[in-house]
C-alpha cells in the first residue's frame, strides 16, 4: 500500500483527523505495531504531505512548473502500458520523442524500437559497437524471486544478444517494500545468479532500496536486470531487414510470461520447460562462428508476442512479413502450446521467447546448421517482402497487436484486450503531457546554461 499516495488523494477532500484515523487502521493491516505508533506514523505523512502542497503558495512559477507533473489525465492501467500491446507500444513511442529530442546520438536508438540500444566508439583505431538494454522482472514473479530473478536476468542478456553483440557484463537492481523479508533479495539474486554462472557472464554491480522506502507498505518486489555486450560489427537491428529475406524461428519454451501463466493456471511442470538457455547458446554460436555480421535482423519474440515484434518490425522498415502459422506452432515448446491451447490463449500474442532471425537466402543454410550443432532446434516459418505488413499465408490477415497481450491469467481475461472506444482521443492526451515533458526539459536546460 502506497500511503502517501493514499494520503495525497484524498487529503484535499477529507477532514485531518478522519483521514488520520482511516490511515492507522490500513498501517496497522500491514504492521505489528502499537495504535499509538501507527497514528503517529499516519500523522507524519498527513504532515509531511501538507508540507509538500505548500509549494502552491510559493511565487516561483518555474519552480511549480518545474515540480507539476504534466498529467495526461489517463492512467498506466488504462493506457495499456506494460501490457504488451497497442497502448503500450504508443506509450514507448512517445517515450523514445522524449529522448531523441536531446542533442547527444547513438548509433541504435530508442526511436528504433529495437531491443537494445547500441553506442559506436572507436578504440586504438577499431570501431566498437556497445549494446545495453535493461528489463524489468515480471510483476506477478513478485512471490517467486528465484524464477523472477532467473527469466528478468535471461530477457535482458537476449535483448543484447539479437543485436548481435557478446553479453560481457550483467548489473542489477533491487527494490523490494517495506514489509519484505530479505530473503527474497537473496532469493531472486540467486536466480540471477544461476544464468550468471551457466553462460559465463558477470554480475558486477548492482543497487539495493526498499519501494517507496517508508512510504510503500507490503512485500513486493520490483526489480531489473540490465545487461551490456560488445561486438566488432554492425549490429543486427530491424532496419536492416530487406526483400527476399528468409524469417527463421528457434523453439520458444517461454520466460517470465509463460512462467507466470503456468503458475496462476496450475500448470506447474511447464516451469521446467522455461528454465533454459537455448536463445543465448544459439547467439553465442553464431557470434563464435562469425556469422552474425551476415544476419540482417534478430529478434526475441516477446512483446507482444509475435504479433508485437512483426509489427514493430514492419513500422521500422516499411516491408511486409509472410509467415507460416503452421511452421510457427512447430517452434513451440509442445507443452508450453499445449497450456496455451488448453486455455485458449492466443500463441501469436504472447511471449514465447524464440530467437526470430531475419537472414539472406545465401546463408539459411549455414545458419540453421550452426544453431542445430549447439543443440537448439530451429525452422523457417516466413519471408521478407514489400507488402507493407505482417501477416499469415493461411488466410492473409494482417497480423495486429492487440490493445493489450493476449489474456495469459484469470485477472487479465477479466480486464480483456479490447481496444477503447476513445483510444484516439486517449493517445492525444498522452501526446500532449508527452510534449510538454520535451518542453520541461529544455526549459530546465536553457534555465541551468543561463545561471
Same mark, same amino acid.
Given at each position: ?31 505489528? +505495531? ?6 503517529? @506514523? ?17 511565487? %516561483?512559477?518555474? !519552480? ?18 506494460? /501490457? ?24 541504435? $536508438? ?11 566508439? $572507436?578504440? /586504438? ?11 524489468? @522482472? ?57 544464468? /550468471? ?11 539495493? !532500496? ?8 507490503? $512485500? ?42 503456468? +503458475? ?15 536463445? #543465448? ?18 529478434? %526475441? ?39 496455451? $491451447? ?28 550452426? +544453431? ?12 521478407? %517482402? ?24 484469470? +485477472? ?22 508527452? #510534449? ?16
Amino acid at each position: 500500500m502506497d500511503i502517501e499516495g493514499f494520503v495525497r488523494d484524498r487529503i484535499k477532500t477529507s477532514d485531518e483527523k478522519s483521514l488520520e484515523s482511516v490511515l492507522s487502521n490500513h498501517i496497522l493491516d500491514y504492521k505489528d +505495531i502499537s495504535n499509538e505508533n501507527s497514528k503517529l @506514523i499516519a500523522k507524519s505523512v498527513i504532515e509531511e504531505v501538507k508540507n509538500a502542497f505548500k509549494i502552491d503558495l510559493v511565487d %516561483d512559477n518555474f !519552480l511549480k512548473e518545474v515540480i507539476n507533473i504534466p498529467y495526461a489525465g489517463i492512467t498506466m492501467g488504462e493506457m495499456g502500458v506494460g /501490457s504488451r500491446g497497442s497502448g503500450d507500444f504508443f506509450v514507448h513511442k512517445k517515450i523514445a520523442e522524449i529522448v531523441s529530442s536531446t542533442k547527444t546520438k547513438s548509433f541504435v $536508438n530508442p526511436t528504433e524500437q529495437d531491443d537494445g540500444g547500441v553506442v559506436k566508439t $572507436n578504440i /586504438s583505431g577499431e570501431n566498437v559497437y556497445i549494446t545495453t538494454a535493461i528489463d524489468g @522482472i515480471h510483476s506477478r514473479l513478485s512471490e517467486y524471486p528465484f524464477l523472477g530473478g532467473f527469466h528478468v536476468t535471461r530477457a535482458s542478456l537476449r535483448d543484447v544478444c539479437v543485436m548481435g553483440a557478446k553479453p560481457v557484463a550483467i548489473i542489477s537492481d533491487l527494490h523490494l517494500a517495506d514489509d519484505g523479508d530479505v530473503g527474497k533479495l537473496f532469493d531472486f539474486t540467486s536466480g540471477a545468479s544461476t544464468v /550468471s554462472e551457466l553462460i559465463d557472464v558477470p554480475i558486477v554491480a548492482g543497487s539495493t !532500496l526498499r519501494v517507496g522506502g517508508d512510504m510503500v507498505l507490503g $512485500n513486493r518486489l520490483v526489480s531489473s536486470i540490465g545487461s551490456i555486450g560488445v561486438s566488432e560489427h554492425v549490429p543486427t537491428a530491424r532496419k536492416r531487414a530487406e526483400v527476399g529475406d528468409v524469417i527463421l524461428l528457434t523453439e520458444g519454451s517461454g520466460g517470465g510470461t509463460i512462467t507466470t501463466t503456468a +503458475i496462476y493456471n496450475g500448470f506447474f511442470d511447464v516451469i521446467w520447460e522455461t528454465l533454459d538457455i537455448s536463445f #543465448i547458446k544459439a547467439s553465442n554460436v553464431l557470434n563464435e562462428e562469425n556469422l552474425i555480421k551476415d544476419i540482417h535482423a534478430m529478434t %526475441d519474440v516477446t512483446n507482444g508476442g509475435l504479433r508485437g515484434d512483426a509489427h514493430e518490425i514492419s513500422n521500422t522498415t516499411g516491408l511486409g512479413l509472410e509467415f507460416s502459422l503452421d511452421d510457427i506452432n512447430k517452434m513451440i515448446n509442445p507443452k508450453v502450446l499445449n497450456m496455451l $491451447n488448453t486455455l485458449d490463449i492466443d500463441p501469436l500474442g504472447i511471449s514465447i521467447d524464440s530467437l526470430m532471425l531475419i537472414v539472406p537466402k545465401n546463408i539459411v543454410s549455414d545458419v540453421i546448421n550452426s +544453431i542445430k550443432s549447439v543443440g537448439v532446434k530451429i525452422s523457417e516459418i516466413g519471408v521478407v %517482402d514489400n507488402k507493407g505488413y505482417p501477416r499469415l499465408i493461411e488466410n492473409e490477415i494482417e497480423l495486429k497487436p492487440f490493445f493489450r497481450e493476449a489474456a495469459y491469467t484469470k +485477472i487479465k481475461k477479466v480486464m480483456g484486450d479490447a481496444t477503447p472506444k476513445d483510444f484516439e482521443n486517449t493517445k492525444k492526451k498522452v501526446e500532449k503531457a508527452a #510534449i510538454k515533458s520535451i518542453r520541461k526539459k529544455n526549459d530546465v536546460i536553457k534555465y541551468m546554461s543561463e545561471k
